[in-house]
């Protein structure tokens, strides 16, 4: 079974940056998925969809973080990124990397729904203003 792990969550004040990294156990996930996701949940909240970056190239980011989070991916390395800039209290909440098989023209449903069959474990992000 396909395992991925996030890393490089962290404390920083606001104005500050992280790089969230995800890798997997299985190589070439993330050449073969061609749907890649990073989510966010805060207690008693919904987990929230971040980013996504499919394998045609298409990106897309949900409003709060548009201008401010980078995500990208290195197949030779086998790892998903997130950079996140200029991050803001409201960005607190534990991160989670996902990817699915799903076609690509599926990819923004299962985005919205988050509905991947992969997911990390989570790393948290705290941000102090």
């Known amino acids: 079974r396909v395992q991925l792990v996030e890393s490089g969550g962290g404390s920083v004040q606001a104005g500050g940056s992280l790089r969230l990294s995800c890798t997997s156990s299985?190589?070439?996930?993330?050449?073969?998925?061609?749907?890649l996701g990073w989510y966010r949940q805060t207690p008693g909240k919904m987990r929230e969809g971040v980013a996504v970056?499919?394998?045609?190239?298409?990106?897309n980011y949900a409003y709060p973080v548009q201008g401010r989070f980078t995500i990208s991916k290195d197949t030779a390395k086998n790892t998903l990124y997130l950079q996140m800039d200029d991050l803001k209290p409201d960005d607190t909440a534990t991160y989670y990397c996902?990817?699915?098989?799903?076609?690509?023209?599926?990819?923004?449903?299962?985005?919205?729904?988050?509905?991947?069959?992969?997911w990390g474990q989570g790393t948290q992000v705290t941000v102090s203003s």
């Open positions: 996902a990817a699915d098989h799903v076609l690509p023209t599926y990819c923004s449903g299962a985005f919205l729904l988050a509905d991947f069959g992969y």
């Open positions: 299985a190589p070439s996930t993330f050449s073969q998925s061609n749907c």
């Open positions: 970056i499919e394998s045609d190239g298409y990106i």
